[in-house]
Nanobody, 125 residues
């Protein structure tokens, strides 16, 4: 049984940082492309970042480029999303997801096969 569990969300002031974790069980993450998505109240889910399995190539939404960094620790079966210079617009529930297409990753939610339950990130003063 595949299970993804996000952690690391919380309340942070504008300009602050958080590191989200996506820990997996029942699956070896290094065989999957992993994506981070977010959904703010009243908005559609959007892709934030993803990392491929084949060569570790990363992709970022324009809104987070230069501020967020995705990485993976295969030994810990965990993928991270380091978020710096957070803005109120980053407030959302953040989800990680796994895609069996290990060769590449895309920021399209319908491509992903497994999802975590989400973790809330709130950026506010």
């Amino acid at each position: 049984q595949v299970q993804l569990v996000e952690s690391g969300g919380g309340l942070v002031q504008p300009g602050g940082s958080l590191r989200l974790s996506c820990a997996a069980s029942g699956v070896t993450l290094d065989y999957y492309a992993i994506g981070w998505f977010r959904q703010a109240p009243g908005k559609e889910r959007e892709g934030v970042s993803c990392i491929s399995s084949k060569d570790g190539r990363t992709y970022y939404a324009d809104s987070v480029k230069g501020r967020f960094t995705i990485s993976r620790d295969n030994a810990k079966n965990t993928v991270y999303l380091q978020m710096n210079s957070l803005e109120p617009e980053d407030t959302a529930v953040y989800y990680c997801a796994a895609d069996t297409n290990w060769a590449m990753c895309v920021l399209l939610s319908y491509e992903y096969d497994y999802w975590g339950q989400g973790t809330q990130v709130t950026v506010s003063s």
